[in-house]
Nanobody
Framework: QVQVVESGGGLVQAGGYLRLSCVAS????????MGWYRRAPGQQRGLVAT???????NYADSVKGRFTISRDNAKNTVYLQMNSLKPEDTAVYYC?????????WGQGTQVTVSS
């Protein structure tokens, strides 16, 4: 079993920044890819950014150049640095951890960007 816990959400003004953190706790399976997804009000959950254990990253077009995903493999922790935030970035942000067996989701953390 893998437990995924996010932190770092909050309220920020447009143009501001936030840093999200996510820890995946496991005693059995290695964590392969980790990533961030978000669900805005009235929308489906979608990709924000992912990072593999080897460090390869992938970003949604809407966040390229503003968000940076990074990972500490030793701590099974992934970070999302979000700069130049926009009101349209308002959403619940979810962390996902993938093992060879399954994918595990956190409960989500709210990010609200005011205009």
């Amino acid at each position: 079993q893998v437990q995924v816990v996010e932190s770092g959400g909050g309220l920020v003004q447009a143009g501001g920044y936030l840093r999200l953190s996510c820890v995946a706790s496991t005693t059995i399976f290695s964590i392969n890819a980790m990533g961030w997804y978000r669900r805005a009000p009235g929308q489906q959950r979608g990709l924000v950014a992912t990072v593999t254990s080897g460090g390869s990253t992938n970003y949604a077009d809407s966040v390229k150049g503003r968000f940076t995903i990074s990972r500490d493999n030793a701590k099974n922790t992934v970070y999302l640095q979000m700069n130049s935030l926009k009101p349209e970035d308002t959403a619940v942000y979810y962390c996902k951890a993938i093992t060879v067996r399954a994918a595990y989701w956190g409960q989500g953390t709210q990010v609200t960007v005011s205009s």
